[in-house]
């Protein structure tokens, strides 16, 4: 039971810690009563990105690299990021303490650790804490930054009224395409056997992974100091 415990807290600690961040990096902080209502959002988004999973499984190809590609996109980042970006724009938007761009990262932040919260609980009661410390370096804060670069073009859409459509459209893309990329290669080699078996593709996936990774951080930090400024300068 106590290995039980630390196993859970060992899954919590990366996204709560990420949230606390996040949240404390706004100038006007997120009622915590907000907060908890959006991250259990997050958290009910498994449910229908399982059920549309389990739908478009049997579309799987059996190539090992196309079926990798098709596991990132068609099982993974498409209806990952489109249940949360529906939740941020039918949820978030439309709160009355959504009333400044900055909220915009805190919340599409709050969305995705909802998700990856309980994804990290189920992968780490499976794995036991070996993976819930790989995971609190790499998934965890991977779904952070993509709620982050969410968030960012959805506060755009405030700011750039004049361009509303074209955030609310990059506000899914952008980090639908970025999950995707940073999923392929874990999918490939997931499905050729292990990294440590190079095989052709091995240096290309390796090289995709990193630069993703390295994007999507970037991205993440740029886009939330620039609206840490934007917050300052009213």
């Not at 389990?54 to 990021?81: K, R, T």
């Not at 779904?143 to 459209?169: D, S």
């Amino acid at each position: 039971m106590l290995m039980v415990f630390f196993t859970v807290a060992a899954a919590l600690l990366p996204s709560i810690t990420l949230l606390r961040w996040f949240r404390n990096s706004d100038q006007f902080p997120e009622p915590w009563t907000v907060v908890r209502r959006v991250f259990w959002r997050g958290v009910w988004v498994i449910l229908p990105v399982v059920v549309v999973a389990q739908f478009l499984e049997v579309l799987q190809p059996e190539d090992p690299f196309y079926g990798a590609l098709f596991e990132a996109f068609m099982l993974a980042a498409i209806p990952e990021e489109l249940f949360k970006y529906i939740v941020l724009v039918m949820f978030c938007l439309r709160l009355k303490e959504f009333d400044e761009p900055m909220d915009g990262i805190v919340y599409g932040v709050t969305v995705s650790l909802g998700f990856a919260t309980l994804e990290n609980i189920l992968y780490v009661m499976d794995g036991g804490l070996t993976v819930a410390i790989m995971r609190a370096f790499t998934s965890v804060p991977v779904h952070a930054m993509m709620g982050a670069i969410m968030g960012y073009f959805i506060a755009m859409t405030l700011i750039e009224p004049e361009n509303r459509n074209r955030n609310y459209l990059l506000a899914f893309l952008v980090p639908m395409m970025l999950h995707g990329l940073y999923d392929f290669p874990l999918m490939y080699f997931s499905a050729t056997g292990d990294v440590a078996e190079p095989d052709d593709n091995t240096g290309f996936m390796i090289m995709i992974w990193f630069v993703t990774f390295f994007l999507m951080w970037r991205m993440a930090v740029v886009y939330t100091k620039r609206l840490q400024l934007h917050q300052q300068n009213l």
